[in-house]
């Protein structure tokens, strides 16, 4: 399980920077690592993938205001979130991709005035 960290509450236009440690993770740097988030009564989405080369992807909806990384040498992933909008509130959770399907706990993202 990989524990994400970093959540909270935040107005819209604030930021958020995510974490998650993947300690417990044996050979993560072979891994391409993803942050995925749920919305209350939505389905888990994925929402931004890194290559273990550090090559990025991200969904429509966060593009330009998300940055995904990664540290091998920590065995970490961080999310760095400008921007933010209502509708980025969810929890927010780290996993491979593909997901492993195991989730640990997530961080909840709070958007609000």
């Known amino acids: 399980q990989l524990q994400a960290s970093g959540g909270g509450l935040v107005q819209p236009g604030g930021s958020l920077r995510l974490s998650c440690a993947a300690s417990s993770v044996r050979f993560f740097s072979i891994l391409d690592m993803a942050w995925y988030r749920q919305a209350p009564e939505k389905q888990r989405d994925l929402v931004a993938r890194?290559?273990?080369?550090?090559?990025?992807t991200y969904a429509d909806s966060v593009k330009g205001r998300f940055t995904i990384s990664r540290d091998n040498a920590k065995n970490t992933v961080t999310l760095q979130m400008n921007s933010l909008k209502p509708e980025d509130t969810a929890v927010y959770y780290c996993?491979?991709?593909?997901?492993?399907?195991?989730w640990g706990q997530g961080t909840q993202v709070t958007v609000s005035s």
């Open positions: 890194i290559t273990t080369g550090g090559y990025t």
């Open positions: 996993d491979s991709f593909p997901t492993t399907g195991i």
